[in-house]
């Protein structure tokens, strides 16, 4: 991958992303009470923030090196 200032929360997103749905799926497992409705919308808020601002930095990697700014 070519390295842009964008480049290095890429591979620390993607892993909070994972943990956030391994998360998600062991609440999933344990539906025991009201409460844990309101932990999973939580986390389902948290994954939805998380994925965005993968999403965003990923395109502002593109972006970056479609216009050449790329870190040496």
């Not at 998360?23 to 939805?48: F, H, P, Q, S």
């Amino acid at each position: 991958m070519t390295e842009t200032r964008h480049s290095h929360a890429l591979p620390e997103l993607r892993f909070s992303l994972s943990l956030l749905y391994v998360g998600r799926v062991l609440l999933g497992m344990n539906r025991t009470t009201v409460l844990d409705d309101e932990r999973l919308a939580d986390v389902d808020e948290r994954i939805e923030a998380v994925t965005d601002e993968l999403v965003a930095t990923e395109l502002l990697h593109e972006a970056a090196q479609l216009a050449g700014d790329v870190i040496s």
